[in-house]
T-cell receptor
Framework: TQLLEQSPQFLSIQEGENLTVYCNSS?????LQWYRQEPGEGPVLLVT?????EVKKLKRLTFQFGDARKDSSLHITAAQPGDTGLYLC???????????FGQGTRLTINP | DTAVSQTPKYLVTQMGNDKSIKCEQN?????MYWYKQDSKKFLKIMFS???????INETVPNRFSPKSPDKAHLNLHINSLELGDSAVYFC????????????FGAGSRLTVL
């Protein structure tokens, strides 16, 4: 059973479109992180959110942590080919000293 | 200058062999990890060490043995390799133990034939 479900798993859109990726769970997390992974590389942190309802912006990327700290979303405005990659959410489990990862969303932005 | 470096990047070997992957971090972090990423890109934690002490050992076959000679190094030795061990293995580190921000290495792709 997957603790964190990401949707969609695959998304291919045209340059300039907007998109949202979701990360859902029935568990409460102490924090939620988003990573981006490119082929042949390790995941790289984009953002950490820790407070329920928190919204963080990183240029054209907007991250939101759900009020109940069970879910998160990543919204990209005016997607560009450079946004192509595997996006992973990861939840911090209080007391368990570890992060659990979602299965990832493979995003392709076509020029 | 690489923050977390792991070697080798590619490893192709026969079933039944024993192999090792090495990892070093120069960030001064206290905690290091091994993650396994399968063909569907699912990242799963295997082990975590905090200051050379094992703190997380997920349900991993005991053919996998991590070793941390000091807090900047965490190596992974795998005995009697099986086909299902084929995956990309990532080393990572964080400043503190727990659900902290991870800095990953570039991964080691293991292929067992």
């Amino acid at each position: 059973t997957q603790l964190l479900e990401q949707s969609p798993q695959f998304l291919s859109i045209q340059e300039g479109e907007n998109l949202t990726v979701y990360c859902n769970s029935s568990s409460v997390f102490s924090s939620l992180q988003w990573y981006r992974q490119e082929p042949g590389e390790g995941p790289v942190l984009l953002v950490t959110v820790v407070t329920g309802g928190e919204v963080k912006k990183l240029k054209r990327l907007t991250f939101q942590f759900g009020d109940a700290r069970k879910d998160s979303s990543l919204h990209i405005t005016a997607a560009q080919p450079g946004d192509t990659g595997l996006y992973l959410c990861a939840g911090g489990i209080q007391g368990a000293q570890k992060l659990v990862f979602g299965q990832g969303t493979r995003l392709t932005i076509n020029p | 200058d690489t923050a977390v470096s792991q070697t080798p990047k590619y490893l192709v070997t026969q079933m039944g062999n024993d192999k090792s992957i090495k990892c070093e971090q120069n960030l001064g972090h206290d905690t290091m990890y091994w993650y396994k990423q399968d063909s569907k890109k699912f990242l799963k934690i295997m082990f975590s060490y905090n200051n050379k002490e094992l703190i997380i050992n997920e349900t991993v076959p005991n053919r996998f043995s991590p070793k941390s000679p000091d807090k900047a190094h965490l190596n992974l030795h795998i005995n009697s390799l099986e086909l299902g061990d084929s995956a990309v293995y990532f080393c990572a580190s964080s400043q503190l133990a727990g659900a902290n921000v991870l800095t990953f290495g570039a991964g080691s792709r293991l292929t067992v034939l």
